[in-house]
């Protein structure tokens, strides 16, 4: 079964710091996708990156990269220069062929003023 | 509609009673994704809509969970003799095709959040 892992419970960090958030995975698969959501308190969950497994370039959309290290199943995001709005839940996301997204228990990130 | 639209955006009800959780996905979309987030965790699978049907329903946790789409668009679920353990928010989530990630996204509605005292 997949699953996956999310270590930092709770972050903290002033604001237009750079942060880093893990996350790490199991699975057998081969071909699969990760992604990092945005939860904020509207409860609304937000894509914010993609990563196909079987592409080796890590995605980046604007202020947010990824680091994908497949062989270590790992999945990391950074967020650089953070804003005030960036205050969220945020989770590592797993999906195979089958369509079911798998979360991990999220890390509640604060940007300070 | 704009996004996915999910109706009420808060439910609370009594151990034992009948609920129904409301979603309306984004106009076309063909794909229809119900999750649980139970409070402090991610949201866990519990049923997928290709069209009408039931593609994957194997996240209900009992037979007491139900979901439809009669019409391909609008999906409720239905929970029957609520119990405590059922409170948690109700996420729903629609795709264009639902032919995995390659192809699309799932965007997510707001969630109705159901308390059973």
């Known amino acids: 079964a997949q699953t996956v892992t999310q270590s930092q419970p709770e972050m903290s960090v002033q604001e237009a710091e750079t942060v880093t958030l893990s996350c790490t995975y199991d699975?057998?698969?081969?071909?699969?996708?990760l992604f990092w959501y945005k939860q904020p308190p509207s409860r609304q969950m937000i894509l914010v990156i993609r990563q196909e497994a079987y592409k080796q370039q890590n995605a980046t959309e604007n202020r947010f990269s990824v680091n994908f290290q497949k062989a270590a199943k790992s999945f990391s995001l950074k967020i650089s220069d953070s804003q005030l709005g960036d205050t969220a839940m945020y989770f590592c996301a797993f999906m195979n062929r089958d369509d079911k997204i798998i979360f991990g228990k999220g890390t509640r990130l604060h940007i300070l003023p | 509609g704009a996004g996915v639209s999910q109706t009420p955006s808060n439910k609370v009800t009594e151990k034992g009673k009948y609920v129904e959780l409301r979603c309306d996905p984004i106009?076309?979309?063909?794909?229809l994704y119900w999750y649980r987030q139970s409070l402090g965790q991610g949201p866990e699978f519990l049923i997928y809509f290709q069209g009408t049907g039931a593609a994957d329903d194997s996240g209900l946790p009992n037979d007491r969970f139900f979901a439809v789409r009669p019409e391909g668009s609008v999906s409720t679920l239905k929970i029957q003799r609520t119990e405590r353990g059922d409170s948690a928010v109700y996420l729903c989530?629609?795709?264009?095709f639902g032919q995995g990630p390659s192809t699309d996204t799932q965007y997510f509605g707001p969630g109705t959040r159901l308390t059973v005292l």
């Open positions: 989530a629609s795709s264009l």
């Open positions: 106009s076309g979309h063909t794909a």
């Open positions: 699975t057998s698969e081969n071909n699969y996708y």
